[in-house]
């Protein structure tokens, strides 16, 4: 009404909104990544936004839980989904009896975190997300299997990337060694922000956990241990016989040897122990990719092993291991610095301009193009025929079919590459042969 205060329109902070062109790029990123994840027999799930808060917060812990939306509808307790990986083990746990193991799934959604909103953090954001699950057991070829998969997509995207690989047996059987089992997780949460805080704030705050100096510098020198394989392998195989130390570092040389199976290129993976993933689900094999030419970026895909996630569903051991796209925060980084590929102004291939008395003919002719794979549109406004050339230029449409009368009793019409300027006078089929080898040549 005229006397009521209009609303400002605005969205809040933390979600990301693109303009049509710019959600063309997005959404073939989003299609070349899944085609990846096909192409590796990996199968699609979809599971809700909203999950029971006892099971989304199962396991989560550390500062994840400060990041969680949570509420209450009736005196049901709720959250929204963080990340993709506690659904897929409430669905694994919920539908083990029909699934048929090792079970290689995909998804690709929106996951909320309430963080602090600033340059490249989202609290909405896609996750392109891959995963695989055992029964009982699940072999490293499984971790190495996600490893490859991070090459794949990021081939695929034509972005080049580093993965950095570790196994958080190491740290845990190292902390263990050190007879400081019981302080290890809070001495993990620090050690994994060294490359945010430094290494002298990281030691201050591992000593003020009541640890010896000693022991803290053995733990920060640990972490900055990276290089190839080989050359980190032999720097740390023989700093401790513990059990659960040597378990890691034999999963890492297995994993060494089917990464080069596989072919990977070894300049593009590296062994750092400093890699640890903030959350406490993970429990072996642990990989972060950063963008080779870009390092502040940060971690552009990540993921890793846990053993134990689905321990707390079900009495069933299902193992698994997964990668994750963050795909949002990626997309805007890419923007930012000008590494997307052209927008298009519009996917429009061919506009049809009706004139006299001849919509009913274009709407027809434009049925059959988009039969034949053209992605055609009429324009029926009531603009000139000036406006709706001039229209057609602005977004930058190849070609326009403009039918009149005429056209409609010969059924030869007039075919304009926008492009070049040059008009023909074509039959259907012979304007549908122009503009696919138009497509063609592309």
Avoid: W
Avoid at 180 to 189: A, P, R, S
Avoid at 318 to 337: A, E, K
């Amino acid at each position: 009404m005229p006397n009521e205060k209009l609303i400002s329109p605005r969205k809040l902070s933390g979600f990301m909104e693109l303009s049509p062109s710019k959600q063309v790029v997005f959404d073939e990123m989003v299609d070349k990544i899944k085609q990846v994840f096909k192409t590796n027999c990996f199968m699609p799930i979809d599971t809700p936004v909203l999950e029971l808060s006892e099971i989304l917060l199962a396991k989560s812990g550390g500062e994840i839980d400060k990041e969680v939306y949570h509420f209450k509808k009736g005196d049901t307790d709720i959250c929204m989904r963080y990340d993709l990986t506690v659904p897929l083990a409430r669905y694994v746990a919920m539908n083990s009896e029909s699934l048929s193991f090792p079970f290689k799934r995909y998804q690709i959604g929106k996951v909320y975190r309430g963080e602090r909103a600033q340059k490249g953090r989202f609290r909405e954001f896609y996750q392109c997300d891959a995963d695989i699950i055992g029964n009982e057991n699940l072999p490293i070829p499984a971790d190495a299997e996600c490893i490859n998969l991070v090459d794949k997509v990021f081939k695929a995207l034509n972005i080049d990337i580093i993965n950095h690989i570790s196994n958080r047996n190491i740290l845990f059987g190292y902390c263990e060694a050190l007879g400081l089992k019981d302080k290890c997780n809070d001495i993990l949460i620090y050690l994994d922000k060294i490359a945010k805080i430094g290494k002298e704030n990281t030691l201050k705050e591992i000593i003020n956990l009541d640890v010896s100096k000693e022991k803290a510098v053995k733990l920060v020198s640990i972490v900055e241990k990276c290089g190839s394989f080989d050359k980190v392998l032999s720097e740390i195989d023989s700093l401790t016989d513990n059990e659960l130390y040597q378990k890691g570092i034999n999963e890492l040389k297995e994993l060494s040897k089917i990464l080069n199976a596989m072919n990977i290129d070894q300049n593009k993976v590296v062994l750092d122990i400093g890699i640890i993933r903030g959350q406490n689900y993970y429990t072996g094999t642990v990989f972060e990719a950063v963008v080779h030419s870009h390092p502040e970026f940060g971690t552009v895909c990540g993921g890793g092993r846990y053993d134990n996630l689905a321990g707390y569903f079900t009495d069933k051991k299902l193992p698994g291991v997964g990668m994750s796209v963050g795909l949002t925060r990626l997309f805007d980084q890419l923007d930012n610095n000008n590494m997307l590929p052209a927008y298009p102004v519009s996917t429009t291939k061919l506009v049809i301009i009706p004139l006299d008395n001849t919509l009913e003919e274009c709407f027809s002719l434009c049925t059959q193009f988009k039969e034949n794979g053209v992605y055609a549109e009429v324009n029926y406004s009531e603009r000139s025929f000036k406006a709706k050339m001039k229209d057609a230029n602005k977004r930058e449409i190849p070609f326009v079919m403009i039918v009149g009368e005429k056209e409609v009793d010969s059924k030869i019409y007039s075919l304009k590459n926008m492009a070049t300027s040059e008009q023909k006078q074509l039959s259907f089929n012979e304007s549908l042969s122009e503009i696919l080898k138009h497509y063609n040549n592309q």
